[in-house]
């Protein structure tokens, strides 16, 4: 599924946790790892000046080596690309590439912590690979797979996040099928009538149940998995899930 992993790297605190995620999952996936740096083009537009020529030249091989050293080290190749858009040119240049998955960093925040920044959130919209994002302070605390959750509702897309984490995980690793359940009664009680709401909320933990039991059959044979059915506002519900000893979490996307 990943036979070649992109990293945006930058040299930042976010870019090295980025790789240390990437060379992570090459190593597991025997894939290989290109580490790719954006430089703003040397024209001028209606919001960023011209560069002059030797200040374009020096941001060049500026970015060439900060990447040569860090693809060196981690036996990465590397590329650079000019574009006027840090996401544009990362998406450009991962499709150029046949990139199969695009690993980004976090906006600065406290260790731990996931939190897309802006090239992240732009991309996640529209990138035609997998998108994976390192938590903050990842390249300092190690971390490994030991345990990978599946967000799962039965969609084709889930079913494509559960491909992703069989084939990252192997066999060592504990595998938790997560699904969510609508609580209408909690979440729009205060509209007046609860009753028909509270049957909603029954109908969904069934739903929820059938995916967890349907999604749990397609496993490969030997393969089990831990069948977690938690309730609320999936996005929500799915953050509180990942603090419970998640070291991986795959997502579909729409």
Same mark, same amino acid.
């Given at each position: 599924?990943?036979?070649?992993?992109?990293?945006?790297?930058?040299?930042?605190?976010?870019?090295?946790?980025?790789?240390?995620?990437?060379?992570?999952?090459?190593?597991?996936?025997?894939?290989?790892?290109?580490?790719?740096?954006?430089?703003?083009?040397?024209?001028?537009?209606?919001?960023?000046?011209?560069?002059?020529?030797?200040?374009?030249?020096?941001?060049?091989?500026?970015?060439?080596?900060?990447?040569?050293?860090?693809?060196?080290?981690?036996?990465?190749?590397?590329?650079?690309?000019?574009?006027?858009?840090?996401?544009?040119?990362?998406?450009?240049?991962?499709?150029?590439?046949?990139?199969?998955?695009?690993?980004?960093?976090?906006?600065?925040?406290?260790?731990?912590?996931?939190?897309?920044?802006?090239?992240?959130?732009?991309?996640?919209?529209?990138?035609?690979?997998?998108?994976?994002?390192?938590?903050? !302070?990842?390249?300092?605390?190690?971390?490994?797979?030991?345990?990978?959750?599946?967000?799962?509702?039965?969609?084709?897309?889930?079913?494509?996040?559960?491909?992703?984490?069989?084939?990252?995980? !192997?066999?060592?690793?504990?595998?938790?099928?997560?699904?969510?359940?609508?609580?209408?009664?909690?979440?729009?009680?205060?509209?007046?009538?609860?009753?028909?709401?509270?049957?909603?909320?029954?109908?969904?933990?069934?739903?929820?149940?059938?995916?967890?039991?349907?999604?749990?059959?397609?496993?490969?044979?030997?393969?089990?998995?831990?069948?977690?059915?938690?309730?609320?506002?999936?996005?929500?519900?799915?953050?509180?899930?990942?603090?419970?000893?998640?070291?991986?979490?795959?997502?579909?996307?729409?």
């Amino acid at each position: 599924m990943f036979e070649r992993i992109v990293v945006g790297f930058d040299e930042s605190d976010g870019s090295r946790d980025a790789l240390a995620l990437a060379k992570q999952l090459g190593d597991r996936l025997e894939a290989d790892l290109v580490l790719v740096g954006v430089v703003p083009p040397p024209v001028g537009g209606s919001l960023i000046p011209a560069l002059p020529a030797n200040a374009f030249t020096n941001l060049v091989e500026q970015a060439k080596v900060g990447l040569k050293k860090a693809a060196d080290e981690f036996g990465a190749t590397y590329e650079v690309v000019e574009s006027s858009s840090a996401a544009r040119g990362l998406e450009e240049l991962t499709e150029t590439l046949e990139g199969d998955l695009l690993v980004l960093g976090c906006a600065r925040t406290d260790p731990g912590p996931v939190r897309a920044g802006h090239k992240a959130r732009v991309l996640m919209q529209g990138a035609r690979c997998a998108i994976a994002l390192a938590p903050a !302070g990842f390249s300092k605390s190690g971390g490994d797979f030991g345990t990978i959750g599946v967000a799962t509702d039965g969609s084709p897309e889930s079913g494509q996040a559960l491909q992703a984490a069989l084939e990252v995980g !192997g066999d060592d690793a504990e595998l938790r099928l997560i699904t969510i359940a609508t609580d209408f009664a909690d979440a729009w009680g205060f509209w007046g009538s609860t009753y028909a709401l509270s049957e909603l909320g029954e109908a969904s933990r069934e739903q929820a149940e059938q995916t967890l039991s349907g999604t749990a059959e397609s496993l490969p044979e030997g393969v089990e998995a831990t069948r977690v059915m938690a309730e609320g506002v999936a996005a929500v519900a799915l953050r509180e899930q990942s603090a419970q000893g998640l070291d991986l979490l795959c997502v579909g996307s729409r």
